[in-house]
C-alpha cells in the first residue's frame, strides 16, 4: 500500500473572484502540473496549506476543462477563521500550498441521468463543479435543474454561474430566499418547500444536495417522499477536516471518514451512519 | 507527573500510578502542561524599556537598570516604597527567596501574591479557629468519608483528581451534599444541592447549626473537651431558624435541615469549599461559619473528615508557607512578634523590618497614591486577575519602576520597564507543596534557554547588585535555610524528599514520618475556637441600574490567566464561544440567544462577549469564566474588600447586561 | 516453536541489544515505563529480566505513533517533508493486548509515512501471560492472554528452567540463530503443556459476563441515549483514556512558528474535546458530552470494526480503567451499558 504525503503541492494566487461580502472564489496555478490535481472528479476537495496557519479543505469549484486551465486549483472560500481570514489578506502572486484531491467524488453513473441540484448557502460551492460537469457531459440537452436557496439576496455566491447556467437549454436554475430585498422578485421560503415541485418540473431521477445538516437532513427526506429512492439521492457532507487521508479521525461519521469515504454519500449509506445529520437525529436512533 | 524528554526537549506528560494522590490520573491540563515549553514566544532575553517599547537587552544591562531602579525607589522615599508579588507556581525555594529578598534585601514587609485574591480568607479565618489554616486532612481521607460537603467550588472542574475521588466515593455509597449557586458539573452528581443565593452562605451555614443544636445534632462530648466557644455559637444561631436561612438563602428549608442531619450525624464527613467562599467582602466569616459548622459536628482532626480549603494554583500552599506575606515570615511566624523577628534576624543576618507590610491590593492603592514606587511582580498577571482592572491598570502604569520576572509577556509584563525570562517548572529543581500539605520534589527534565534561570538565582544576582547579597548557591541550599528557620518544615530536606512521594507538614524533626490530618489530639492553638458570624450582605447588590449578579468562575481547560494553557492548541480550542453565561429567562428579556454579541456593563467599566444561555445559573445571576484577556469580568468586579485577609469581593458585584 | 533453557532469554536479550536498542518494560523510579535497557555483549552487562513487571501505564503505540510528530519543515517559502529515520530496536516484553494493538494500529495506519518507518524498525518479542493481571479483560475482548500472532518472537515461561519461543516471523527465526540459543524443537508433549498454561491463564480471569451483555446490546442498537447521557457528565474530557488506549490514533495539525520559519507537527488528539469535531460555522455533530461518550465507546467496542480491521478496537488492556478521573473507563462502562 503506499504512502500519502502531507506536503504540499506549490502554487500561488493567479486571480481573486469576489463572490460576496464575505465570500471569493481563488483561482491558484500550481508551480508544476499534478496529474492527479488536473483529473480531479466533481465533489472532491482539497487542503489549502498556509504556512504559519495550518490548513483548511475546500471543494473543488472548478475542474481542469473548459472553465479552468490545466495546473489550476479553483477553490471558493468563506472567511470564518484564521486561515481563512489570512488567505483574504494575501494579493495575487503569494503562494498557497495544496494537498489533494481527496475524497470520493459523485458517482459516475449520475451524469448521464436527469438531476436535481439542490444547495442550501454556502452548499452550492461543494456542487459547482458537479453541476458544470453534467451541463457539459449530459446526452444531449438532457433536464438538469439546479435548487438554490440562500438566506438573502446579498449572500447569493456564484452569480456568474448560475447566469451562464440559465442561458443552457435544458438547465432550469430556480432560486429562493428567505430574507428578500426590495431588489427580489424570485421565490421566497424555505429551500425545501419547493423540492417537490423542482423535481417534477425537472424530471429528475437523482438528486445531489448539499447543504447544513438540519437542511440536508429535510432535504433528504423530502426527496425520498416524492418518490426519489435513497440510492439516487447523493448528499455532499461537511465535516472539520484536518488530514484529508483518513488518519486523523477529526471527521469520523460512525464507522467511516468523510474525507475518504465521502464526502459524497448516498442516502442509503447515510441511513446507515446516524451520526451524519447531528446528535438530535441519534438520539431519536439508539447505538 | 513523568515528563518524556527527547534529545534535550519535553516530548509528552503521562501519569504515574503508583503515586498515593493522582494513582495514574491528570487533568487535560496535566496532560497538556508539557505543551507551552515550546511556545514560539517563550522569552529567552531581558526586556528593558526604551520610550514606549520593550526592547532586547543583556543581563548587564537588565539587571543593572533593575537594580538601579529599586535603589532609588528607596533612597527616594523609603524601603516601603517598593514591594514584592511572589509566585504561587513557582517553587518553594523561588517563592522563600522572595520574601527574603523584600525583607533582608529591599527592607520592607510588602510582600504578597495571589493568594490574596483566593484563600487569604482561609488562613486569616482558620488561622483564627483552628490555629492553622490549611487542609486539616488528606485528599486520602475522601476514600473514607460517608459524607462529602462542597461549598462554593466543584473539584470536578478545577481540582480534576481530587473531585476523581468524590465521584468514586459515590458508587460506595457516600452521599454528596453541593452548595452552590450554580448548577455546576459536581452538583449534577450530589444527592442534595443547595442552591443558594450569591452571598448567602452565613444564612445558610447558620441555618444549618440552628438545625444541628435544635435536634441534638451536635457532638456535644467533642464540644466539651476540644472547643470553646460554644454556648455563644448556639445562642447566636438561635434566630437562624431553617425557615428564617430559607427566606434569606433561597434554599428549602428542609433541605437545609436534611443537609445539616446528613453532615451532624455522619461520623466521617468531609467539608470541602472554594473560592465561592472566600471571594467575598465577608470571606473571613464565611470560613468561620463552615469551621463553626465542622466543629460543632466534630469533623475536625479526624480520619475521613476534617475542613478543607482547595488552594488552586500549584504552590499557592507552598507560597504561603514560605512566608510571600506581608504578616508573616515562612512557617506563619508573625513579622509582629519579636521573637521570630529575632530568630529571622539573626539567621539573615540582617535587622529587618517590624510592620507588616502591605497586600497585593494595598500595594496597587499605594501605588496610585504615589506611596509605592517600584514594584517586582513574580509569575503572576494581576493586570488580568486582580479585580476593577482598569485600577490595577492605572497603578501598574503610575509606579516609577515594574520589574516583571516571567515566563511569556503577559498583559501585566507588557506594562513593566524590566523583563526578566526565568524557567519554567520543567526546567530548575526545587520543591512544591501541594494542598494537602503535601511537599514534594519537582525536578529539572530539560535545560532552559541559554541564560535563563530560576526565580531564586536571579533574585540573588539582584541582591548582589544591590550590594545585598542573600547568600544563595544551589535551590538545596535554600531549602536547607528555610527549613532550619521554619518548624513546620524542619524536619523536611531534599534527601528525604528523594525516596517516596513528598512528606506533609507539619514535619519537624527527621524522623517526624509528617502530618497527613492536623488537630488530631489538639488544636494548633490548643482549643478549637468557635465564633459566630453574622449575616454579612454583598458589597453591592443588583438594583434598577444595574439590575444582575454577576458572579465568577474557572473552566476545567484553562489555568490562570492562560498563559501556559492557552499555548497548548487542543487546550485553546476548548474555549468557549462565548463568555457570559445567562439564564433563558433573563436572556429572552433581553431578546439574547447563544452566540449574540453582548456588553457587560458595572460601575467599575464594562467587557465585551458572547452569551452562552444556560439554566446552569440561576435567574437573575450571570457568570463568566475569569481567565482570558479578551474578555475579562475583572473590567467590571468589584474591589470592596473583606476588612481582615483584604480579599476583593470577586464573587458578586451588580451588572446590566445588553445586546451589542 | 521451540523450547531453550530459562537463560536463553538474556542471551537474546544481549544478541538484540548489540544490533538494535533494546526497550523493555521496567520499574524506573515510582512507574513502570518503556526503559531502553543499556548494555550490549556480555549478559552480565544488561539487568535481569523481569517476567512479572506490570503493564507500563503508556501504550507502547507511542514508538510508531508519538505524541509529538514533525511532519513539515519550513525556512521561508522553502518546505520540506520530515520523516523519521529510526534506530532499530527491539521492544522486549510485550503483552497480548499490546501486541494485539499493534497489529490493529499497523491496518489503521498503513498509508501513514512516518508510522510505516517506524513500524519497520522495530522487532516484537511478546510474553505470554501466565496468569490475569488487575484490571485486564483480554479474554473477553479476543485479544488475550495468549497472542498467536503479530510478534517476530513469543516467550512462554513454561516452569523455572524452560522457555518456550515461538517464531512468528523470519526476523524471529533469524534472530534466535544469531544469538546461537541452544534449543530444541517443542514436542506434542510440550505443546500440550503450552495449551495448559494458556487455559490456565484464562481461567485466572474472573468472569465478566456483563461484557458480552453490554458488546450485545451495542451491536443491536439497544443503548438508550440516556444511558450516554447518564455517562456524560462522568466525562471531564482529561484525555487521559486517549492518550493511554493502544489503539487510540486521532491526532490534530498544528503549524508552530519559529524565527524565519516553522513546523507543521501533529500532536495526539482525543474525540472527547468539545473541539475536537466543532466546526467552524458553530455547528458541532456531537454537542453534549454524552454524545462524545457514546462515539468513543462505539469505536472501542462495536463490531462495524472488524470488517475492516479485524477485530473490535478495545483490547481489554485496563489503562483506561486505571486514568479516568470520572471512573468511566471500560470495565466501568461495561459494567453498567451490560448490567
Redesign the interface.
Given at each position: 500500500?503506499?504512502?500519502?504525503?502531507?506536503?504540499?503541492h506549490?502554487a500561488r494566487i493567479a486571480a481573486v473572484e469576489p463572490e460576496s461580502a464575505d465570500t471569493r472564489t481563488f483561482v491558484l496555478r500550481l508551480d508544476t502540473r499534478v496529474a492527479a490535481l488536473d483529473g480531479a472528479r466533481p465533489g472532491q476537495f482539497v487542503l489549502l496549506?498556509l504556512?504559519?496557519?495550518?490548513?483548511a479543505a475546500f471543494t473543488l469549484s472548478a475542474l481542469a476543462g473548459p472553465r479552468a486551465a490545466p495546473g489550476t486549483v479553483v477553490v471558493t472560500v468563506r472567511r470564518?477563521?484564521s486561515l481563512t481570514g489570512a488567505l483574504f489578506e494575501l494579493p495575487v502572486g503569494a503562494?498557497v500550498?495544496v494537498r489533494g484531491p481527496f475524497g470520493r467524488g459523485f458517482p459516475a453513473d449520475l451524469w448521464d441521468r436527469p438531476t436535481l441540484w439542490v444547495a442550501g448557502g454556502c452548499g452550492l460551492s461543494a456542487l459547482v463543479a458537479g453541476i458544470e460537469h453534467q451541463i457539459d457531459v449530459r446526452p444531449g440537452d438532457a433536464p438538469v435543474t439546479l435548487l438554490y436557496g440562500a438566506r438573502e439576496p446579498a449572500t447569493r455566491i456564484h452569480r456568474a454561474a448560475l447566469a451562464r447556467w440559465r442561458e443552457r437549454p435544458g438547465v432550469d436554475v430556480v432560486e429562493c430566499v428567505e430574507r428578500p430585498d426590495a431588489s427580489w422578485d424570485g421565490r421566497v421560503g424555505v429551500l425545501v418547500d419547493f423540492i417537490g415541485e423542482a423535481l417534477v418540473t425537472g424530471r429528475a431521477e437523482r438528486a445531489a444536495v448539499c447543504g447544513?445538516?438540519a437542511m440536508l437532513l429535510a432535504a433528504g427526506r423530502a426527496l425520498g417522499r416524492a418518490g426519489l429512492a435513497p440510492e439516487n439521492v447523493f448528499a455532499a457532507v461537511?465535516?472539520?477536516m484536518?488530514?484529508g487521508?483518513?488518519?486523523?479521525?477529526?471527521?469520523?461519521?460512525?464507522?467511516r471518514y468523510v474525507c475518504t469515504d465521502g464526502p459524497v454519500f448516498s442516502w442509503a449509506e447515510l441511513q446507515q451512519l446516524p451520526?451524519a445529520f447531528?446528535?438530535e437525529h441519534?438520539?431519536a436512533?439508539?447505538? | 507527573m513523568v515528563l518524556g524528554v527527547e534529545e534535550g526537549r519535553v516530548t509528552d506528560v503521562r501519569p504515574l500510578a503508583s503515586h498515593p494522590v493522582s494513582a495514574g490520573q491528570l487533568c487535560a491540563k496535566g496532560w497538556n502542561a508539557e505543551k507551552f515549553l515550546r511556545a514560539p514566544d517563550r522569552l529567552t532575553t531581558p526586556l528593558v524599556r526604551r520610550g514606549a517599547r520593550l526592547e532586547p537587552a543583556s543581563w548587564e544591562e537588565a539587571l543593572g537598570a533593575a537594580a538601579a531602579a529599586l535603589d532609588e525607589a528607596v533612597a527616594a522615599a523609603g524601603a516601603d516604597a517598593t514591594g514584592v508579588i511572589a509566585s504561587a507556581r513557582a517553587t518553594n525555594e523561588d517563592a522563600y527567596a522572595a520574601m527574603k529578598f523584600a525583607r533582608a534585601v529591599l527592607g520592607t514587609n510588602n510582600v504578597d501574591h495571589c493568594a490574596r485574591v483566593c484563600h487569604s480568607p482561609s488562613v486569616a479565618g482558620l488561622g483564627r479557629t483552628l490555629g492553622s489554616g490549611a487542609m486539616t486532612n488528606s485528599i486520602a481521607d475522601l476514600e473514607h468519608a460517608d459524607c462529602i460537603l462542597v461549598v462554593g467550588a466543584d473539584p470536578t472542574e478545577n481540582h480534576p483528581i481530587i473531585g476523581a475521588r468524590i465521584l468514586a466515593a459515590k458508587p460506595r455509597g457516600a452521599r454528596l451534599i453541593v452548595a452552590d449557586p450554580r448548577r455546576t458539573r459536581l452538583a449534577r452528581f450530589a444527592d442534595l444541592h443547595l442552591r443558594h443565593r450569591l452571598g448567602t452562605d452565613i444564612p445558610l451555614v447558620n441555618g444549618m447549626l440552628h438545625a444541628i443544636f435544635a435536634n441534638g445534632w451536635e457532638a456535644a462530648d467533642y464540644l466539651a473537651a476540644r472547643c470553646e466557644g460554644a454556648a455563644a455559637l448556639r445562642a447566636s444561631v438561635a434566630e437562624w431558624t431553617p425557615e428564617r436561612a430559607a427566606a434569606v438563602s433561597g434554599v428549602p428549608a428542609a433541605d437545609i435541615v436534611r443537609a445539616a442531619q446528613w453532615y451532624a450525624t455522619t461520623a466521617r464527613a468531609f467539608l470541602a469549599y472554594g473560592l465561592g467562599v472566600t471571594q467575598h467582602v465577608c470571606g473571613t466569616e464565611n470560613v468561620i461559619a463552615l469551621s463553626n459548622l465542622a466543629l460543632a459536628t466534630g469533623h475536625v482532626g479526624m480520619a475521613g473528615a476534617g475542613i478543607n480549603p482547595l488552594r488552586g494554583q500549584n504552590n499557592v500552599q507552598g507560597a504561603c508557607d514560605m512566608g510571600a506575606l506581608p504578616d508573616v515570615y515562612s512557617g506563619y511566624q508573625r513579622v509582629a512578634d519579636a521573637a521570630a523577628r529575632a530568630k529571622f534576624e539573626a539567621g539573615w543576618g540582617r535587622s529587618l523590618p517590624e510592620r507588616p507590610g502591605r497586600t497585593t491590593l494595598a500595594m496597587q492603592e499605594a501605588a496610585r497614591t504615589g506611596a509605592l514606587r517600584a514594584l517586582v511582580v513574580i509569575g503572576q498577571d494581576p493586570a488580568v486577575t486582580d479585580p476593577a482592572q482598569h485600577e490595577v491598570h492605572r497603578a501598574l502604569a503610575s509606579l516609577d519602576a515594574l520589574i516583571v520576572l516571567e515566563l511569556f509577556l503577559t498583559e501585566t509584563a507588557r506594562l513593566a520597564d524590566v523583563v526578566l525570562p526565568v524557567a519554567s517548572f520543567a526546567e530548575k529543581d526545587g520543591t512544591f507543596t501541594s494542598t494537602e500539605r503535601r511537599v514534594q520534589r519537582v525536578r529539572r527534565a530539560v535545560a532552559p534557554a541559554p541564560g535563563v534561570r530560576a526565580d531564586w538565582e536571579i533574585l540573588e544576582v539582584l541582591a548582589e547588585r544591590l550590594q545585598r547579597p542573600m547568600g544563595f548557591r544551589s535551590a538545596a541550599g535554600v531549602f536547607d535555610e528555610m527549613a532550619a528557620l521554619t518548624p513546620i518544615y524542619a524536619g523536611i530536606s531534599w534527601a528525604r524528599l528523594e525516596a517516596g512521594h513528598g512528606l506533609q507538614w507539619p514535619c519537624r524533626s527527621a524522623t517526624d514520618p509528617g502530618t497527613p490530618i492536623l488537630h488530631q489530639n489538639r488544636f494548633t492553638h490548643g482549643k478549637g475556637r468557635l465564633i459566630p458570624v453574622g449575616d454579612v450582605a454583598p458589597a453591592e447588590r443588583p438594583d434598577a441600574e444595574f439590575p444582575l449578579a454577576l458572579t465568577t468562575f474557572r473552566l476545567h481547560h484553562v489555568y490562570g490567566s492562560g498563559s501556559m494553557t492557552r499555548r497548548a492548541p487542543v487546550l485553546e480550542r476548548e474555549n468557549p464561544p462565548g463568555l457570559l453565561w445567562i439564564h433563558p429567562a433573563d436572556a429572552r428579556a433581553r431578546h439574547i440567544a447563544t452566540g449574540t454579541p453582548v456588553r457587560i456593563r458595572s460601575r467599575r467599566g464594562e467587557v465585551r462577549t458572547r452569551a452562552l444561555v444556560s439554566s446552569d445559573v440561576p435567574e437573575g445571576t450571570v457568570a463568566m469564566p475569569y481567565h482570558f484577556a479578551e474578555a475579562p469580568p475583572n473590567l467590571v468586579t468589584n474591589d470592596a474588600l473583606d476588612p481582615i485577609a483584604r480579599m476583593p469581593e470577586l464573587k458578586v458585584c451588580a451588572v446590566a447586561v445588553e445586546p451589542c | 516453536m521451540v523450547l531453550a533453557g530459562r537463560g536463553a532469554v538474556d542471551e537474546l536479550r544481549a544478541a538484540l541489544a548489540a544490533q538494535r536498542a533494546l526497550i523493555e518494560p521496567r520499574w524506573q523510579g515510582d512507574g513502570i515505563e518503556w526503559v531502553e535497557t543499556t548494555g550490549s555483549g556480555p549478559t552480565a552487562a544488561l539487568a535481569p529480566f523481569d517476567w512479572d513487571v506490570g503493564l507500563p501505564l503508556p501504550s507502547p503505540k507511542r514508538f510508531f505513533f508519538p505524541p509529538r510528530e514533525t511532519?513539515?519543515r519550513?525556512h521561508g517559502?522553502a518546505?520540506?517533508?520530515v520523516l523519521p529515520a529510526p534506530r532499530p530496536f527491539a521492544l522486549f516484553g510485550l503483552r497480548s493486548c499490546d501486541v494485539t494493538a499493534i497489529a490493529y494500529q499497523d491496518r489503521?495506519?498503513?498509508?501513514?509515512?512516518a508510522y510505516?518507518r517506524r513500524r519497520a524498525a522495530a522487532f516484537l518479542v511478546v510474553v505470554q501471560c501466565r496468569t490475569a493481571c488487575a484490571g485486564g479483560f483480554c479474554v473477553d475482548v479476543d485479544a488475550g492472554p495468549f497472542a498467536s500472532s503479530g510478534f517476530d518472537l513469543a516467550l512462554t515461561l513454561l516452569s523455572d528452567e524452560r522457555v518456550l519461543l515461538e517464531v512468528g516471523s523470519a526476523e524471529g527465526a533469524a534472530a534466535i540463530a544469531a544469538a546461537r540459543l541452544r534449543t530444541e524443537p517443542a514436542d506434542a508433549r510440550t505443546r500440550t503443556i503450552r495449551g495448559e498454561v494458556e487455559a490456565a491463564a484464562r481461567a485466572s480471569f474472573p468472569p465478566r459476563p456483563f461484557i458480552a451483555r453490554a458488546r450485545a446490546r451495542?451491536d443491536a442498537?439497544?443503548?438508550?441515549?440516556e444511558e450516554?447521557q447518564a455517562l456524560g457528565p462522568a466525562c471531564l474530557a482529561c484525555t487521559g483514556c486517549t492518550s493511554l488506549c493502544p489503539t487510540c490514533?486521532?491526532?490534530?495539525?498544528?503549524?508552530e512558528?519559529a524565527a524565519g520559519g516553522?513546523e507543521?507537527v501533529?500532536y495526539w488528539?482525543s474525540?472527547l474535546l468539545e473541539g475536537?469535531?466543532?466546526?467552524?460555522?458553530g455547528?458541532?455533530?456531537?454537542?453534549?458530552p454524552g454524545?462524545r461518550v457514546?462515539?468513543f465507546w462505539?469505536?472501542k467496542l462495536?463490531a462495524?470494526?472488524v470488517r475492516?480491521f479485524g477485530r473490535v478496537g478495545c483490547v481489554g488492556c485496563g489503562r483506561c480503567d486505571v486514568t479516568c478521573p470520572g471512573s468511566i473507563g471500560a470495565l466501568r462502562v461495561l459494567e453498567r451499558l451490560g448490567a
Open positions: 500500500m503506499s504512502v500519502v504525503s502531507f506536503l504540499p506549490a496549506s504556512l504559519g496557519h495550518g490548513e470564518v477563521g503562494s500550498g447544513p445538516p461537511e465535516r472539520y484536518k488530514c487521508t483518513g488518519l486523523c479521525g477529526h471527521c469520523y461519521v460512525n464507522d451520526d447531528g446528535a441519534v438520539a436512533h439508539a447505538c | - | 511532519l513539515l519550513w517559502d518546505v520540506e517533508e489503521f495506519f498503513a498509508a501513514d509515512p510505516v451495542l442498537g439497544e443503548i438508550r441515549d450516554w490514533s486521532c491526532f490534530t495539525m498544528t503549524d512558528v516553522g507543521r501533529r488528539d474525540c475536537f469535531q466543532r466546526e467552524a460555522s455547528h458541532h455533530p456531537a454537542p453534549r454524545d457514546r462515539r462505539y469505536h462495536s462495524d470494526f475492516e
